[in-house]
């Protein structure tokens, strides 16, 4: 079965991780065709195990490789690309960036009644399947309303987010094997 890790935190400010060495310790912790995409913790590979257990596992061999509290959200590939493609916001629009932020324990939910105050000239939130979409103007991203809830205590630590555009060639990555 085909399924990808989205890593949380790396490449950014002093953690970095090479790609080659991320493979070769999450393939060392039994997974199976184990592939990168871009340099953002996007990990592709195969594994029958359960979604729980194989979180555990990576988290765990990341922990223990890279010395770092290590926090991944893992998907089947087939329910990526449903959350992919329900994107409801215009993801070739050059005035926006657009995202979808995924989410641990039904936080979306809570986010979304929160944000009820954002400035719709600048941004726009959707409710996904455990994900929220995000289309923000280009150039507001990390000065957004919407981003200072992210980094809310209660958010910040649970979740992790992807440009759209990112999330396509992952899901065309697998698709053209």
């Known amino acids: 079965m085909q399924n990808v890790a989205l890593l949380r935190g790396i490449n950014v400010a002093r953690r970095t991780m090479p ?3 991320l493979t070769a310790c999450l393939s060392g912790v039994g997974l199976g065709e ?5 340099q953002t913790g996007n ?3 195969s594994s ?8 555990l596992t990576i988290e765990a061999g990341l922990t223990e490789r890279f ?9 089947r590939m087939e329910r990526l690309r449903r959350i992919v493609e329900s994107t409801p916001f215009d993801a070739d629009d050059s005035m926006m960036h657009s995202y979808v932020v995924f989410f641990e324990d039904g936080l979306e939910l ?3 009644a929160e944000a009820r105050d954002l400035d719709h000239k600048v941004e726009a939130i959707g409710l996904g ?10 150039g507001s991203t990390l000065q957004s309303g919407f981003a200072r809830y992210l980094t809310k205590a209660r958010y910040k630590d649970f979740h992790t987010n992807r440009n759209i555009k990112t999330l396509r060639k992952i899901v065309a990555s697998r698709a053209a094997t």
């Open 19 to 21: 790609m080659s060495e």
């Open 34 to 38: 184990v592939t990168t995409v871009l």
């Open 43 to 45: 990990v592709i590979f």
């Open 48 to 55: 029958d195990s359960a979604l729980r257990s194989l979180k």
């Open 67 to 75: 010395n770092y509290p290590a926090h991944v959200l893992v998907y």
């Open 110 to 112: 809570k986010l979304m």
């Open 129 to 138: 399947d455990s994900v929220l979409y995000w289309r923000v103007l280009k």
